[in-house]
């Protein structure tokens, strides 16, 4: 069983910054991609940002220049520095990561989400 656990959202003035981590334990053989999503109230879960194992990266276009995703691949952990900030990007933010766990089973797993809130 993997377990993902997600820290750093809060509340930020517009403009302002925040990064966000999502550190994956348990049985773990292996990680492929890693993601960060997003949901505001009413609103679908969209795609923020992804990184392959490899270090490609890509970004919605909403978030393009502002936001960084990044990898740790030591740690098991996904990062995801936001600069600038806007009230637009307030939402719960969840990571995903797609693993070969111990028993060489591949699956997704998603973190519990935490909350961003960018208001002044």
């Known amino acids: 069983q993997v377990q993902l656990v997600e820290s750093g959202g809060g509340l930020v003035q517009p403009g302002g910054s925040l990064r966000l981590s999502c550190a994956a334990s348990?049985?773990?053989?292996?990680?492929?991609?890693m993601s960060w999503y997003r949901q505001a109230p009413g609103q679908q879960r969209e795609l923020v940002a992804d990184i392959t194992s490899g270090g490609s990266t890509n970004y919605a276009n909403s978030v393009k220049d502002r936001f960084t995703i990044s990898r740790d691949n030591a740690k098991h952990t996904v990062y995801l520095q936001m600069n600038s900030l806007k009230p637009e990007d307030t939402s719960v933010y969840y990571c995903k990561v797609d693993v070969v766990s111990g028993s060489h089973r591949r699956n997704d797993y998603w973190g519990q989400g935490t909350q961003v809130t960018v208001s002044s």
């Open positions: 348990g049985s773990i053989f292996r990680l492929y991609g």
